[in-house]
């Protein structure tokens, strides 16, 4: 599977955006799909999951509330809804596959074996 990612720009603080993440080469059954930013000069963190199903959904605490993953029901596109933004959510944001491996945990960005190309948010305060 290949991922795209798209949806990135500018926006205000406070604002909000809708990342996308296309698969091709197959859908996403049997895959669990994150999004993952990466801020300058800092590593990948993990910050939303969703399975295959959209049955199980993982949120890291910092973005409960103001952030919102989903799947459409075609299995071939993973969305991220990111409200009340903030200069700190400034990153390049990449989406990842993942539950091939034995050792996969859904919030452990190292067990995810496929990873898109990012999209940058820049939040300006």
């Known amino acids: 599977v290949q991922l795209q990612a798209s949806g990135g720009g500018l926006v205000q603080a406070g604002g909000s955006l809708r990342l996308s993440c296309e698969a091709s080469?197959?859908?996403?059954?049997?895959?669990?799909m994150a999004w993952s930013p990466q801020a300058p000069g800092k590593e990948r963190e993990f910050v939303a999951a969703?399975?295959?199903?959209?049955?199980?959904?993982f949120y890291a605490e910092s973005v409960k509330g103001r952030f919102t993953i989903s799947i459409n029901n075609a299995k071939t596109t993973v969305d991220l809804q990111m409200n009340s933004l903030t200069a700190e959510d400034t990153a390049v944001y990449y989406c990842?596959?993942?539950?091939?491996?034995?050792?996969?945990?859904?919030?452990?960005?190292?067990?995810?074996?496929?990873w898109g190309q990012g999209t940058l948010v820049t939040v300006s305060s």
């Open positions: 969703i399975n295959w199903s959209g049955h199980r959904i």
């Open positions: 080469g197959r859908t996403f059954s049997t895959y669990t």
């Open positions: 990842a596959a993942g539950g091939t491996l034995p050792s996969f945990r859904p919030t452990i960005l190292g067990t995810y074996d496929v």
